[in-house]
């Protein structure tokens, strides 16, 4: 019997910064594989199962969203031999740690599996202690099925390829790493079946902005950059695969006939990096005319858009989307290796704001090498987006992810240390009380830059434009439609924040 389980969710009820859960859309792949190879497995999601279970956590700052840890041990079936946990986010990772423990008191002889981008960056931490079996590295579903197989014909499994584990000497072990999968779109689709869908559509529990009934995909796997602040050549490598666009496009069609959905957000690292597949694949929705909207909330790159391309991905259904320019400083693009070009991104935006599509941009204060004048240049840079009619801007504060370059630079000059007591302020960078790991610019003056950058941005564009934040409140009001990230924010804010302060505690 193996048994997939997805951790609970994190709410924050103080500051900017919002923490939206979304369904398991790694575990539903790996359901499909498992189910492809003829192999019955169940889900358990402590989030989506009880996304109305708000339960204290960590003395009130932030709240868990879902089953309790012994909720989710009643659901396991007593047969369970093989138990795989997922930890995506590293902030989540002690909610992953101390749910294993309570299914591990309950089912001492399982084989217990991790996988997931934190348990891919950082597989020693992961197995420390011996909670965890066997860590996945990397891309899961070629890596598990031949794990299980294993597994259930008795075999030896420590040289399959992906994975990592502790020999008798108490000592990590890695594998040699599993080539990526070349061909993605032989790889079964999501398997939803088994996992609570409806109830995240219902609550808007899918990340980015409220677009109607939606839900997650993925059209392309990986990254072909290497920013230092990002975690991705741990997890996907630096190879970039973008489905194909029909195949892509039959997925959407199937869903929305399946689950009735409107929408769908992208969970991909970074969507339009092949100007002529993503061109293919705005074309062929369009052709099909399946009347979807679709967005891209984790950010892409500016490089491939033009005015044809706008046009086609607007006519398509792309409602929203983010550049990801990080910084208006040359110098701080050069030391994370941001590969882009400023002058660029500018006329990207000017091009994308001659559609209907909504634009925002993420920026990250407080690299190590952030100083004031770095400071004024992005905020230079954010005022510039402004007035040029940009929607919505996310200035966040820079925290080391593990399976970054910048998180093992800091560990070996001994700025922080490897045990995971850093890692609770992965969600603190949006507050005043996160570290700062500028060697110039202390916590608090990090957070003056931040609330600053928000205050100049959201003042200029409003004054720029004051009939759109009049226009977004009328669909929100009218049509329950988020057209803007900061619409996302105000509803969260005026409602949903209130419900989580009247819980029960």
């Known amino acids: 019997m193996i048994v997939l389980i997805n951790h609970q969710g994190l709410k924050t009820i103080r500051g900017i910064q919002i923490q939206t859960p979304s369904p398991p859309i790694g575990l539903a792949y790996l359901g499909g594989a498992l189910k492809a190879a003829g192999l019955a497995y169940t889900a358990i999601d402590a989030c989506g199962e009880a996304l109305d279970q708000i339960l204290p956590y960590r003395e009130g700052k932030v709240m868990m969203q879902g089953l309790t840890d012994a909720q989710v041990v009643a659901r396991i079936p007593a047969g369970a031999r093989v138990i795989g946990f997922t930890c995506l986010f590293s902030h989540c990772w002690p909610l992953v740690r101390t749910l294993a423990q309570a299914v591990r008191a309950r089912f001492p002889d399982a084989v217990f599996v991790a996988g997931g981008e934190h348990p891919s960056a950082m597989p020693e931490q992961v197995l420390r202690g011996g909670l965890f079996d066997v860590v996945v590295r990397g891309e899961g579903e070629e890596t598990v099925l031949e794990l299980i197989a294993r597994l259930n014909a008795g075999k030896p499994w420590r040289d399959v390829a992906g994975i990592a584990y502790t020999d008798a000497d108490g000592k990590p072990v890695r594998t040699p790493a599993r080539r990526r999968?070349?061909?993605?779109?032989?790889?079964?689709?999501?398997?939803?079946?088994?996992?609570?869908?409806?109830?995240?559509?219902?609550?808007?529990?899918?990340?980015?902005?409220?677009?109607?009934?939606?839900?997650?995909?993925?059209g392309s796997r990986g990254c072909p950059y290497e920013c230092t602040f990002c975690s991705n050549p741990d997890m996907w490598t630096r190879r970039y695969i973008m489905r194909d666009p029909v195949g892509l496009a039959d997925e959407?069609?199937?869903?929305?006939?399946?689950?009735?959905?409107?929408?769908?957000?992208?969970?991909?690292?970074?969507?339009?990096?092949?100007?002529?597949?993503?061109?293919?694949?705005?074309?062929?929705?369009?052709?099909?005319?399946?009347?979807?909207?679709?967005?891209?909330?984790?950010?892409?790159?500016?490089?491939?858009?033009?005015?044809?391309?706008?046009?086609?991905?607007?006519?398509?259904?792309?409602?929203?989307?983010?550049?990801?320019p990080e910084s208006g400083s040359v110098e701080i693009l050069k030391a994370v290796k941001k590969q882009i070009d400023l002058d660029r991104l500018l006329e990207a935006a000017r091009t994308v704001l001659k559609t209907r599509m909504t634009v925002g941009c993420f920026i990250v204060i407080g690299f190590p090498e952030d100083t004031r004048a770095s400071m004024r240049a992005t905020l230079g840079l954010i005022r510039r987006l402004a007035l040029m009619g940009v929607h919505d801007v996310t200035v966040s504060k820079f925290t080391p992810y593990p399976g970054s370059e910048y998180f093992t630079r800091l560990v070996a000059s001994g700025k922080i240390g490897d045990d995971m007591n850093e890692l609770d302020n992965v969600i603190d960078f949006y507050s005043a009380e996160g570290i700062s790991y500028s060697d110039t610019l202390s916590s608090r003056e990090l957070y003056f830059w931040m609330v600053w950058m928000f205050a100049n941005f959201y003042l200029l564009s409003f004054l720029a434009r004051p009939w759109r934040p009049v226009a977004n409140l009328w669909d929100y009001f009218t049509r329950g439609v988020e057209n803007a990230r900061y619409m996302r924010f105000l509803t969260e804010m005026l409602f949903m924040r209130r419900k989580w302060d009247a819980r029960p505690r």
């Open 181 to 218: 999968t070349a061909d993605i779109d032989a790889l079964p689709w999501p398997d939803w079946e088994g996992w609570p869908l409806e109830k995240y559509i219902e609550q808007h529990q899918v990340s980015g902005i409220h677009l109607g009934r939606s839900m997650p995909i993925l």
């Open 252 to 324: 959407m069609e199937a869903m929305k006939k399946r689950y009735g959905v409107s929408g769908f957000t992208f969970m991909d690292s970074t969507f339009i990096v092949n100007r002529e597949k993503t061109l293919r694949f705005a074309k062929e929705l369009i052709r099909r005319g399946l009347g979807v909207s679709y967005q891209l909330p984790a950010g892409t790159r500016c490089e491939a858009f033009d005015p044809e391309l706008a046009r086609a991905l607007d006519e398509s259904g792309l409602r929203n989307f983010a550049f990801a």
